[in-house]
């Protein structure tokens, strides 16, 4: 069993910069086995998308074309803690954002929702031009 919550969502004006974090609780075991961490967002009347992933074991990042170059995901120390950097933020940015872990991180699945198996409650990040 793995909890996630995440923090750090606010407004910012177009072109800012926002950091957000997801503390990860659970047994030693439990966060080892769920190594791969991923970043989600849901905008009003969209489908929730991948924004990134990273595979926590080995280092692995990976990226939705849309925030590639902007957004960083990274690790605290021994896994207990996900971030994600979001710099030149843009309004289409805005939506609430999710942690989310599962056991096994790849190229070809890491943006697919339900292949996740926790998920935290979400922060909302407000980007106005």
């Known amino acids: 069993q793995v909890q996630l919550v995440e923090s750090g969502g606010g407004s910012v004006q177009a072109g800012g910069s926002l950091r957000l974090s997801c503390a990860v609780f659970g047994s030693v075991y439990s966060i080892y086995v769920n190594r791969c961490m991923g970043w989600f967002r849901q905008a009003p009347g969209k489908e929730r998308e991948g924004v990134a992933a990273?595979?926590?074991?080995?280092?692995?990042?990976y990226y939705a074309a849309s925030v590639k170059g902007r957004f960083t995901v990274s690790q605290g120390n021994a896994t207990k803690s996900l971030y994600l950097q979001m710099n030149s933020l843009k309004p289409e940015d805005t939506a609430m954002y999710y942690c989310a872990a599962r056991t096994d991180c790849d190229s070809g699945s890491w943006s697919v929702r339900y292949t996740y198996r926790y998920w935290g409650q979400g922060t909302q990040v407000t980007v106005s031009s």
């Open positions: 990273i595979d926590t074991g080995g280092g692995s990042t």
